[in-house]
Nanobody
Framework: QVQLVESGGGLVQPGGSLRLSCTGS????????MAWYRQAPGKQRDVVAS???????NYADSVKGRFTISRDYAKNTVYLQMNSLKPEDTAVYYC?????????WGQGTQVTVSS
């Protein structure tokens, strides 16, 4: 069973940048369509961006033009480059398959955007 480990979160000022990483534990990771999700306190978990196993990307309207999802097949890793961060981007960020698998949810990584 694939294990997903997220990293790269932190505290950043508005307008700043962060890059999140999600590394999968098995070679089959490269065959999955993957996505980044986020959950703010008191809100539901929503998809932020997705990438197919062929590299086709899609973004939530709220992050278009600011976030970029990518993947490195050799490293079994999916990235989320986040630029021009806003306070409303504050959340715990998770990665999972694009059709989320309950067994794959990890601890996530906290992103806090605050001055």
């Amino acid at each position: 069973q694939v294990q997903l480990v997220e990293s790269g979160g932190g505290l950043v000022q508005p307008g700043g940048s962060l890059r999140l990483s999600c590394t999968g534990s098995e070679r089959s990771f490269s065959t999955y369509h993957m996505a980044w999700y986020r959950q703010a306190p008191g809100k539901q978990r929503d998809v932020v961006a997705s990438i197919t196993n062929g590299g086709i990307t899609n973004y939530a309207d709220s992050v278009k033009g600011r976030f970029t999802i990518s993947r490195d097949y050799a490293k079994n890793t999916v990235y989320l480059q986040m630029n021009s961060l806003k306070p409303e981007d504050t959340a715990v960020y998770y990665c999972n398959t694009a059709a989320p698998n309950q067994a794959f949810w990890g601890q996530g990584t906290q992103v806090t955007v605050s001055s």
